[in-house]
């Protein structure tokens, strides 16, 4: 256990939304483990929260957690459970998809992820937390606009066309969009990161490898990079932004420093059982296909096209790109 992050004789809390997520339970492991005090804002209640977390988080410490059951649609419990926390980490985003005539509907999800975040300024605005980290998603960005091959990094430009990006994309974009002018309004410090495809030992998905059920399917073959990187490393990088004295607004893409090629990937998926057959295309026949899928759902009046059918989608998990962690790897060694 590290000494502990003080403010004079105040150990520093750290706030963490999303604690229960898959990231989630990382950063608070990393938190602790680097000495700050956490609250795990969550639904579950404590009990059941800390004995999911210390299956996979044993061999931590967990005297400075502190386990807060919250809605954050409740703005009352939510400003109490934050209240007394100096930092905090903003990964809660909705999961709830709503169903409607049998598909799923995006619309729900944007809306509660949306308010909630607004829930979370206000609460902010009642406490002493002067820095918030947002989690966002390298999703985000126009990928149908960048040539082939060409570098991803925090200059690529959030693609802004609602018709070419799935409800997943729109909706943290426009966090994003929310969380920028919050922090124009109030002058507190705000850090944006945009992991990649966060993956650990037990859990690798199989979104990048093209059209994909059960195993089996057709994946789009080049020779461009994954944006890989293990849930470990990108909650390090967070608790280590946390510690730096940085600008008032800052922006970080969190990537593998060394390049994973889509060939790799494709035999990780393998290994782990995750690919057992598929359809090798070239990525260009494969976006011409799914090109014609959508034109065909649309045409057809589909209530719901699946985000990975949006041209934005499909170039931003199936183009090939070099992507760049630079920025971060340069004040974080």
Request: glycine share 6%.
């Amino acid at each position: 256990m590290k000494t502990p992050k003080c403010d004079e004789t105040i150990i520093i809390k750290c706030a963490v939304t999303g604690a229960s997520g898959f990231i989630g339970k990382h950063v608070v492991a990393e938190a602790l483990r680097e000495g700050y005090g956490v609250v795990a804002i969550t639904r579950q209640g404590q009990k059941a929260y800390l004995e999911s977390f210390l299956i996979e988080h044993k061999a931590i410490s967990i005297a400075n957690l502190e386990v807060r059951t919250c809605d954050l649609n409740d703005n009352q419990t939510l400003m109490n459970s934050i209240a007394d926390c100096n930092v905090a980490v903003h990964l809660a985003a909705s999961m709830d998809s709503s169903i409607i005539g049998g598909r799923p509907d995006g619309k729900q999800q944007y809306q509660q992820t949306i308010k909630t975040t607004e829930n979370l300024f206000e609460a902010i605005s009642t406490s002493n937390i002067k820095k918030l980290v947002l989690v966002s998603s390298i999703s985000v960005l126009n990928y149908v606009d960048q040539a082939p091959y060409s570098t991803i990094d925090e200059k690529t430009p959030l693609h802004n066309r609602d018709k070419d990006i799935g409800a997943y994309a729109r909706m943290k974009r426009d966090q994003e969009k929310l969380c920028n002018q919050w922090q124009l309004d109030t002058g507190k410090k705000l850090i944006i990161v945009r992991p990649g495809l966060v993956f650990s030992d037990k859990q690798l998905s199989d979104a990048h490898a093209g059209f994909i059920k059960k195993g089996a399917g057709i994946a789009a073959i080049h020779n461009g990079q994954v944006p890989l990187i293990k849930v470990k490393y990108v909650a390090e990088r967070i608790i280590k932004l946390l510690d730096l004295t940085l600008d008032s607004k800052e922006l970080f893409h969190i990537v593998g420093k060394l390049p994973i090629l889509q060939t790799d990937y494709l035999k990780q998926l393998r290994r782990r059982g995750k690919l057992k057959f598929y359809l090798p295309l070239p990525w260009k026949i494969y976006e011409q296909l799914i090109n014609v899928i959508r034109w065909i759902l649309i045409k057809n009046k589909q209530s719901k096209i699946p985000d990975s059918f949006y041209a934005n989608s499909v170039a931003a998990r199936h183009k090939p790109f070099v992507y760049s962690s630079e920025k971060i790897d340069n004040i974080i060694k």
